[in-house]
């Protein structure tokens, strides 16, 4: 696959051939390309090893050229976390396309829109009024809308308890609603972010996929057609055995991995993609402190594992070659970073001078990406590429 | 003052005379006008009234039309804290900027490109050796730069240690550089954010104003003349009572406040100039709980002060009136937020079913206002202008 030299940046692409580490503007989005791309190619291979489909989240990046190197089957099919995205993943030839967080009122009108411009979107629920809601919306306009049911495997954040009754009665409400068609069951195992073990993610991996074989599996006898199982987390599609009665899966944060999925276990440490060059502005302040441009905007606030690795700080710091130096962003605050070092770190604070630069590997990679406008893409030690990151939720504009 | 559609939203505005909270899309971020008329206001007299010169800190902003209500002056003096900020306001007018992060290398040319274009630009360093290498830099471009030495007051972030060697001999070695002139001493009593009490602040207040003074005193004994003494933060300018010695002050969260603000006492709570308008999208898991559409980047992942307020979570759940509905964000993901009710709270939450919206009153208005890309201005129950917001720090594109 070629790294194609982007257009959209025509006043900056004309130095593109002379750019590297050494010469970006801090603080900046390194994204490491090689590293991308094994991470991609090895999710994929996850999957068609487990007889899944990969839709993979683009919440992670916002980024359509990385969706593009994830998706493979001509209408590109992915999973987003707002309607922006999926207005802006449509724009650039994305067909098919999931909405996974609960869709309420407010946003009938622009999905109905997306749809009306011939996007496969589908959105989700855990709500049978909102069911009916959206059922009067699509009929009001001569439409149909795909909606998934979100199911709770455990997490507690959104979707119908798999036992309950809403299990039963909100898909049955989808199913039979003229404007809407029941694409299937969805769910997100988020609690295996605070697993402590790899044995604690494969239990609540293998709970995600059982919850959901067993509720679609109830479902058709009581007679309702479940076309998709769709499930997944990072966490656990790394973890998983077996897939059986599971449609497809949508794991985000693998693309890129981070800081706090390296403690957790998910990914090595040399599977990062992501960091955020940073420049040293001050050491006056104690002979084992420096301090960066790189602060709470640049990397975020996100905390790492702490429950793993209690002086997690804000992110490690690395060289310009992506070596650890053993030390750590030990506070930010809005544009500044500080790394206080311990005494027997001292030795790798005298190497930061006024000036230098390192690469901050942060706690949370989908958190910092989307703080920024465009990843600055590396390969070897040359910046070859810059491609944009699509923030926001605004629609008006 | 008339508040005047901006035309920059060209698409959006032919809308703007019916929108309301009910009709934006969310989230949104909304800015009661009033409460920042309000607080531009009181600071401005207050600095009258201190007799000193007020350059508001726009990073919490990063906004031209909240700056020219904080500005008088026909240069529109204001500090930033990046160049993108100051490339950002010089484009829209703005003449006298202090980039007040202390700068290094990899900025000298994008510095003295904005001071060659003609813009006021003063810089801070605390480092000799950057005094130095920013002399040659603009000696090899013919220029002359304004540089700031950046003092620690107490904060221990950057600065010269105000009563040591680099104290006098980084201002000498600016005053006596042909390409730098010397704009003064500049400090920052960030620890004021940490204190516990009123008194607290003011005896860091009285430390920020004094160490200042004396090291002036200090200098100009020694020979170097001081321009400008340039002191501030919101937390300390809330409540010093004399400020003899002082030229200018810096605060910036004073424009919008915060739950962070109000909790210090630094502000009354409907002084908030700044909430997130958020939906209801889920209430499937529990009696009391509610996820809203609005989690780590619509508000931000910035703590409350914990040490005041334990259970401060992730912002104020207020109705659209503004009236605190007594709930809290109590954890955020990525675009969900979760209130989780006590027992006792339960009425509160029967009242928000899937649909309902909220104003979130968050932790840190900068570091919220930085994630989004525009405030919706909220005169009355009437949404009547959009203002974009400078983010960003990139100055290639």
């Known amino acids: 696959m070629t790294t194609a030299i ?70 590109r099919a992915v999973t987003v976390s ?42 989700i629920t855990d709500d049978e009024g909102v069911a009916g809601a959206l059922d009067e919306a699509a009929n009001a306009r001569g439409l149909t809308i795909d909606v998934f049911v979100k199911v709770d495997c455990g997490y507690h954040r959104c979707g119908v308890d798999p036992a309950g009754r809403a299990a039963l009665d909100v898909p049955r409400r989808i199913a039979r609603a003229r404007g809407l068609r029941l694409a299937g069951l969805l769910t997100h195992a988020g609690h295996a972010y605070h ?23 109830r479902l058709r006898a009581a007679g309702v057609e479940v076309p998709v199982v769709s499930i997944g987390s990072t966490p ?30 998910t990914c090595a440490w040399d599977d990062c993609a992501l960091t955020v060059l940073a420049a040293v502005v001050s050491r006056e302040c104690g002979r084992r402190q ?35 130096l053993g030390l750590r962003v030990t506070s930010v605050s809005q544009e500044h970073g500080l790394v206080s070092a311990r005494e027997d770190e001292a030795a790798s604070i005298d190497r930061l001078p006024v000036g230098a ?13 989307a703080q920024h406008d465009s990843f600055h893409v590396l390969e070897g030690d040359r910046i070859v590429d810059r491609w944009a990151i699509h923030r926001g939720w605004s629609l008006e504009a």
């Open 6 to 75: 982007s257009t959209s940046w025509r006043n900056w692409t004309r130095d593109v051939a002379v750019m590297d580490l050494r010469s970006l503007s801090t603080p900046a989005l390194v994204l490491d390309v090689a590293r991308l791309r094994r991470n991609v190619a090895r999710m994929r291979e996850r999957a068609r090893a487990l007889g899944v489909r990969l839709r993979p989240h683009v919440k992670t990046h916002k980024c359509v050229e990385i969706a593009r190197l994830q998706t493979e089957d001509p209408d």
């Open 82 to 123: 707002t309607l922006a995205e999926a207005a802006a993943f449509a724009a650039h030839g994305f067909r098919d396309i999931t909405y996974a967080v609960p869709i309420e009122p407010g946003k009938f009108g622009p999905a109905l829109d997306l749809v009306a411009a011939g996007l496969g979107l589908r959105v």
């Open 195 to 217: 697993a402590a073990t790899r044995d604690e993610r494969l239990a609540i991996a293998r709970e995600e996929r059982d919850v959901m074989v067993r509720l679609a599996a």
């Open 236 to 265: 656990t599609l790394t973890v998983i055995d077996a897939l059986d009665g599971v449609d497809e899966i949508r794991p985000g944060n693998y693309a890129l991995f981070d800081a706090f999925q390296a403690t957790l276990g």
């Open 290 to 324: 420096v301090v960066l441009d790189a602060g709470a905007i640049a990397l975020s606030k996100d905390q790492g594992a702490l429950w793993l690795d209690p002086e997690c700080g804000y992110g490690r710091v690395l060289d310009l070659e992506g070596r650890d």
């Open 357 to 369: 630069r390192v690469r901050i590997l942060a706690n949370h990679a989908c958190l910092t990406a």
